[in-house]
């Protein structure tokens, strides 16, 4: 390795650690240019392009440094990091086996395999990964607290408190240890300790794009209504894949019979209540995000996607309004079904966070087309054209099939 390689090298480093990764790859670069064959730069070249979300690319620097050292247990670690980043939970999970097999002594491995787990709803599997990586090593508080992660989504809630509590006691100043009290915390109701302690964990862990979103999700929980919602979205993630399909299609059928009762005023009453509560169910996270986004503290704590996707939100939730100003005025019908379209349209933009990583190009492809769609109809309404009658009803139509999509895809 050259000197300009080495000390680009070690400043790239120090960079990572102080959670600074677009500085760290350009010192990176340098290095690689005078030294190309360097693994461990382009090891660190992938973590800093993952700090940096650029994932396409981080693949591509994990795939240089594999083709380097195909056989070496952190390379593959570092592998199986691009592929859970880009949603390939499955290649993830067959690469750190691999690792696994070249190490199997190495705590960190066990507890990516854990993660990987974890993240594909499999908690009591990961459970028994964390376990053979705190086995390995009893003195790792991030060990500790991925252990009562895992507890928290399998609802052995007095274990998980017990588990946050010995994290907490291994390193006081244990990020994800205070993560997931923040969770447990929201669990109980009591979000003023979820919010005190999600704050702690972005004090101590500012890059984190985890922590940072569960900090926005608890100053979500201040309002009462995000509340129920939050904790309805707990109970009903609790409940198994049958119960589950009943509570979706439960208000489709609810609604049906209800309209055999369109004359009682109870009736009414109850539909308008259920219209308002699946309203909600997909309006209000999109809603608190576009609130959050008011401040620039806030904005910093929502990831790429959910940006991307209240701005989506929103767009579509401003045309909705219009477009019934300009039927009402122009005395144009088609403009009631445009704004209908624009409200189905918007619950899906604001849904999109929720669906894998692998699946939402479709729906980004399927908003955009709407959207521009959307802009279409509206001058086309005004001036007479033909078309727009079936050009709307093309919008309602795939927004609903879109909407039941994404019900099925969502985390």
């Not at 067959?94 to 395999?113: F, K, N, V």
Request: glycine share 6%; charged share 20%.
């Amino acid at each position: 390795m050259s000197d300009t390689a080495s000390s680009a090298g070690a400043r790239a480093v120090a960079l990572l650690e102080l959670g600074r990764p677009a500085e760290a790859e350009r010192e990176l670069r340098r290095g690689l240019a005078s030294s190309p064959h360097d693994l461990q730069m382009h090891v660190d070249l992938t973590r800093a392009l993952l700090m940096q979300e650029r994932l396409d690319e981080a693949m591509e620097a994990s795939a240089q440094a594999l083709s380097l050292a195909p056989d070496h247990p952190f390379v593959l670690y570092i592998r199986s990091l691009a592929q859970g980043a880009i949603g390939d939970l499955a290649a993830g999970l067959g690469t750190i086996d691999s690792a696994l097999r070249l190490a199997p002594e190495a705590s960190r491995l066990h507890r990516h395999r854990g993660s990987l787990l974890h993240q594909q709803d499999r908690p009591a599997e990961a459970l028994i990964s964390f376990e053979r990586a705190r086995a390995l090593d009893p003195e790792d508080a991030e060990v500790v607290a991925a252990i009562a992660g895992a507890l928290h989504d399998l609802r052995r809630d007095d274990e998980a408190e017990s588990a946050i509590a010995d994290a907490l006691a291994l390193d006081p100043e244990c990020a994800a240890a205070h993560h997931i009290r923040s969770l447990q915390s929201m669990r109980s109701g009591a979000t003023a300790d979820a919010l005190d302690a999600s704050r702690d964990a972005v004090r101590l862990d500012p890059t984190n794009a985890v922590t940072k979103e569960q900090l926005a999700v608890a100053m979500k929980a201040r309002n009462p209504l995000y509340r129920v919602l939050w904790s309805f979205c707990d109970w009903f993630n609790g409940q198994t894949d049958p119960t589950r399909v009943a509570i979706t299609v439960a208000p489709l059928l609810l609604s049906r019979f209800l309209q055999t009762f369109d004359d009682a005023l109870w009736a009414q009453a109850v539909l308008a209540v259920l219209v308002s509560f699946v309203a909600l169910t997909w309006l209000l996270e999109p809603l608190m995000n576009t609130v959050i986004m008011c401040s620039r503290y806030g904005r910093g704590l929502l990831p790429k996607v959910t940006r991307q996707a209240t701005y989506a939100f929103v767009g579509f939730a401003l045309v909705a309004p219009s477009a019934v100003i300009v039927g009402i005025s122009a005395d144009v019908d088609a403009m009631f079904l445009v704004a209908l379209s624009s409200v189905v349209w918007a619950a899906i933009a604001g849904s999109i966070p929720g669906i894998p990583v692998r699946h939402r190009v479709l729906f980004w492809i399927g908003t955009s087309a709407a959207g521009a769609l959307t802009a279409i109809s509206i001058p086309a309404a005004v001036i007479g054209a033909s078309l727009v009658w079936p050009v709307t009803l093309a919008l309602l139509l795939t927004g609903v099939a879109a909407l039941w999509g994404s019900v099925a895809l969502r985390r």
